[in-house]
């Protein structure tokens, strides 16, 4: 009987922490840090930011964190009867007084009751923590009675196919209320960084802009990503369904338009490279961390190639639009980019300053512009060091 009574006593207790799971372990740390507070209190307040800046340091670093332990504090708050306070231990209530000003008449704690140091804590100011809550996260949806694929996609912004293959559905699969998706912040899919992978070739296997790919996760050297780490790929594809651009394109042109080609390795072209595009010479962007290459702005405009060479690629490329690569031997290639029409096909050689394409805005642009890339041995290099 005593035993049972004991239980009782015990049952809410049990609820909270079945309910809140992880969350619960997050009210023991905060609990721990309010705690060593409360004793530190009147001797030093240094130890209080210390303690502080722990926990906005554990958010920010989990910030995924944040939420759940808001949504827990909020259901804790507002039904602080169904807890038997008798049957909790000091540090349990420690953790609901942390957690509720609410509850009143809690013995032998020092007075007044600490809160979340009124959710400071858990809302971080967003304009002074940064990136503290990046929305780029995936998410997880656990789908409901009469939710479709489709309404699901609509609802969050993102293509059908971009749950499908987010969660290896095929189109005919069917989703059942309960089942768990994840989807991506964004149209695209995600990738797990595999060892020995770069994000180049990552980009070229999804056939993707680098650019894209550096910009949208926020990557400044590429170099510095780490296997294991996921990063989405905006408007990648497992199973490549052409873009309605690209299937136009390649439609109205006839397949040998769309093409690229194995430049001899032994091969040799011009090394010495001139401006590209003699009508334009101001820039509206800068090779940097983030755009290896320059944008130069001109509206139908002739763009010549830089150096004679022979057309390795010449097509739609994602991002870049119609775009030329000229191969120029001994691991020196050109890439020029957005163009409204190309005049040059794949295999053809091409001398320097010869025209090979016609500036425009196709691709991830915003203007008329020509991209201009110079990559060296594989690596993009700032073509103001190597251009006259
Ligand atoms: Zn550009």
């Known amino acids: 009987m005593a035993k049972i009574s004991h239980f009782r006593k015990q049952k809410s207790f049990i609820y909270l922490c079945s309910h809140f799971g992880t969350e619960f372990l997050l009210f023991l740390i905060l609990a721990s840090a309010v705690a060593t507070n409360l004793f530190l209190r009147t001797n030093s307040t240094r130890a209080q930011t210390l303690n502080r800046s722990l926990f906005f340091v554990y958010l920010k670093n989990n910030p995924e964190r944040n939420q759940p332990l808001v949504d827990a504090y909020e259901s804790v708050k507002q039904k602080p009867e169904k807890i038997n306070l ?49 929305k780029r996260d995936i998410e997880v949806y656990e789908v ?111 397949k040998n338009d769309f093409q690229k080609i194995d430049v001899p390795a032994g091969y040799v072209g011009g090394s010495d490279l001139i401006w590209p595009m003699p009508a334009a010479r101001r820039l509206s962007q800068k090779f940097w961390s983030r755009h290896r290459a320059l944008d130069i702005p001109c509206r139908d405009c002739a763009v010549n190639a830089s150096a004679s060479g022979i057309v390795e690629l010449a097509g739609w490329q994602t991002g870049y639009g119609y775009t030329i690569v000229i191969n120029h031997g001994q691991g020196l290639k050109t890439r020029y980019a957005h163009a409204s029409k190309l005049l040059v096909a794949a295999g053809q050689s091409v001398s320097q300053g010869e025209q090979i394409m016609i500036s425009g805005s196709t691709g991830r642009s915003t203007g008329p512009h020509l991209h201009f890339e110079i990559i060296k041995n594989g690596v993009l290099v700032d073509p103001l060091t190597l251009v006259r």
């Open 86 to 134: 008798a049957s909790l231990s000091v540090g349990q209530k420690e953790v609901l007084a942390a957690t509720s000003s609410n509850i009143k008449s809690l013995s032998g704690l020092p007075g007044p009751l600490p809160t979340l140091a009124g959710s400071a804590l858990l809302k971080p100011n967003p304009s002074t923590s940064g990136s503290a809550l990046p």
């Open 144 to 254: 409901r009675g009469g939710d479709t694929v489709a309404r699901i996609a609509a609802a969050y912004g993102v293509s059908q196919e971009t749950i499908l293959s987010e969660n290896n559905l095929t189109t005919q699969a069917l989703i059942k209320p309960g089942q768990e998706l994840k989807i991506l912040p964004m149209s695209g899919v995600s990738h797990k960084i595999q060892k020995g992978e770069t994000l180049g070739g990552i980009a070229a296997k999804y056939n993707v802009d680098l650019e894209t790919i550096l910009e949208y996760n926020d990557i400044e050297i590429p170099e510095h990503i780490l296997p294991g780490e996921v990063i989405i790929i905006p408007n990648g594809a497992r199973v490549v369904p052409p873009s309605p651009q690209r299937q136009t394109y390649l439609a109205s042109l006839s």
